[in-house]
Every structure is written in C-alpha cells, then in structure tokens.
C-alpha cells in the first residue's frame, strides 16, 4: 500500500495520496452537535406528544372490546347487564368468568374476556402498578346520586343507549375496594369517591351502551345524555 502523505492545504482541506479532501474543525464539529442537540430539543415534545396519543388510542379500543363483551353477556343473560358490584363482585369478574345474574341460567363460566388479556390495563399506567384495576362501571347507571342500584340487575334495553357505562378509573380511589363511578362524575385526579379519572391530560376514555367507545372532556362527560338512566 503506498505511504500517504498529509499535509495542511488552504483552510478546509488537506493533502493526501488521493488528492484533496475537506475536514472538519473542532468549532465547526461542535456548531454541528448544537444544532443536533437544538433539532433533537424539538421533536422531543412531539415524540412525546406522538407516544401519549398512541396509548389513549389503544386505551378506548381496551373500552370498545369491554363494550362488545357487555353486548354478548347481555345477549346471554335475558338482557341483563354486569353491574359495577354485586356482593363483591365487580363488573370485570363477570367479563371474564360469565357469572349470570338472571334466574334459571345455568353458570357455565362463559368466558367474555380472557383473565390474561391486558385489555383492563391502560397503557398509559406504568408497568409496575399493573394489576389492579385502571376502568370501572358505572355503580349508578346515570342516576344524579350516588346511592342507586349498585347492585340491581338492569336491562340493556331500558337503558340510555348514550349512557357512559365504563370509563377511566383511579386505583388510588378511595373507593378502591369497589371500583364504581357515579353517572357524570369525574376528575382531573380521579380519587374522590365516586369519581371517575380523566387521566389522559384532562379528558377521560369512555364505553357508550350503545356500543362505542370515544374520550370526552369533564363536561361532556358529565352532559344529560351521558349521564340520565333511561332515555
């Protein structure tokens, strides 16, 4: 191989065996990190921004299939939907094992949703806080106070189909025991009682009984026709 000769040759460039070729100074090396490091300041907040809308959207297709599974236990049970608790039993037990609430149906454990789907676990909550409860129902279907019907058994097809049935819900609730939220209500923090979460920066993932799922702002969520029983 034959030697290389380098030497200095007007500012930028220098000498080898294959001719001129530019290089770079340490000033000019470090104008080029800056302005790396400005760019890269930039996009950060959009990235970011980016990676939240992706698990609020994985978030309310967790509440569409919790909607649909509603749908096929309410076919399966003389119309009847899983209450937000009943004799400790909250509504996700129903989902997952087919617990039956009408009269002369024989339990079989039809399984709605299977108990390792991840489909109860927002996205947006950190791994090791999993496995606990992040929706809930609503332990009031609608009603303006809190003391109605968590435990009654109530038809689909009385209901407002524009009731918010499951919604975003705070495991640090103080009504952590039984997870319920009352029609319309909600906050920014989601740990008073009774309180739905609206976690994803001020608006909160919900599942309509008429079967879809959509996120609403606190006031949307807390609108007549979100939250009356029956039409």
């Known amino acids: 191989m034959k030697n290389k000769i380098y030497s200095k040759y007007p500012y930028g460039m220098i000498l080898s065996g294959r001719g001129f070729i530019p290089y770079f100074t340490m000033i000019e090396l470090l104008i080029v990190i800056a302005i790396i490091a400005i760019l890269a300041a930039m996009l950060l907040p959009a990235l970011n921004a980016a990676r939240e809308t992706a698990k609020k959207i994985q978030c309310v297709s967790n509440l569409k299939q919790m909607i649909t599974a509603t749908h096929m236990y309410a076919q399966d049970n003389q119309g009847l939907i899983p209450p937000a ?20 149906i024989i ?7 299977s108990n390792k789907s991840k489909i109860f676990l927002c996205p947006t909550e950190k791994e090791k806080e999993k496995g606990t409860f992040f929706y809930a ?3 009031s279907f609608g009603t303006s106070t809190a003391s109605v ?23 640090k609730n103080t009504n952590s025991g039984y997870p319920g939220f009352t029609g319309g209500v909600s906050s920014l ?14 608006f909160l ?27």
């Open 149 to 171: 019907i968590a435990n009654t058994k109530v038809k689909l097809s009385r209901l407002n189909p524009g009731l918010c049935y499951i919604a975003d819900w705070n495991p």
């Open 137 to 139: 129902a609503n332990r």
């Open 205 to 231: 993932n919900t599942a309509v009984l008429d079967g879809h799922a959509e996120t609403m702002d606190i006031p949307t969520f807390s609108q007549p026709q979100h939250k009356n029983v029956y039409p």
């Open 107 to 113: 339990y079989d454990q039809t399984i709605y949703i």
């Open 85 to 104: 608790n009943c004799n400790s039993i909250n509504f996700h037990a129903y989902l997952q094992g087919g617990r039956y609430l009408a009269p002369n």
């Open 189 to 202: 923090t989601g740990t008073e009682w009774g309180s739905a979460y609206a976690r994803h920066k001020g």
